[in-house]
């Protein structure tokens, strides 16, 4: 597969999906937008995958690229039914982009629980991913209305939403699978993030998250790899008639 992978921090990439993605000869072709590069064209790639940012789906006046890439991910999912992977902001774009409502949230910052909900236990998306599974949580926004069509895959207490599909090939998670052992250490250097760690860590936050990554870290990768193949399962599935 080509994948379109649409960036807005240099530091939030596809982390350990890139190792998988290599192993089994996919290409993925990154826009970073909030450095000002342009999207392309949808023709050429096989699918679309939107990473995490510090910025919030609403902040369209300062960053006007939000208005252009909302269309282009309703082009991507309900017009030409690319599959499609969101991750944090990647999954609230997906659900603004369709119809939905974002908004501020109570904050989640941690590795902390999120567990399926019925229709996750049924998904091919969670397909033997365990019931309840730790994630990193690093949020302050959360889908507050689903789009039409949309199913809840996974909840947590403080985040109704954590995971989402639409259709047969869309899937948004508002936690982190794409955890790397460097992860932590490289988000708390863009601003926002710093400050949301010190918030709710107080002072040697990014030792205490990096620790708490470290001691789950084989686990949730093992999360990630699953999701991983289950992503490329649901993406060969046929498009329903329209």
Known sequence: MRILVLQHAIE????AFRTLLEEDGHEWVPVELDHGEPLPALDGFDALWVMGGPMDVWEEEQHPWLVAEKAFIREAVAERGLPYLGVCLGHQLLADALGGEVGKGEPEVGVLEVQQTEYGAESIFLDAVPVISRALQWH???????PEGAKVLATSPACAVQAMSWGPRALGLQYHVEVEPDTVSKWAAIPEYAAALDKVFGEGGVDKLAAACAEHIDAMNAVTERI???WLQAAAQPLPPR
């Open 12 to 15: 939030e990439h596809p982390g």
């Open 228 to 230: 991983y193949i289950n």
């Open 140 to 146: 302050g926004a959360e889908v507050k209305r689903l």
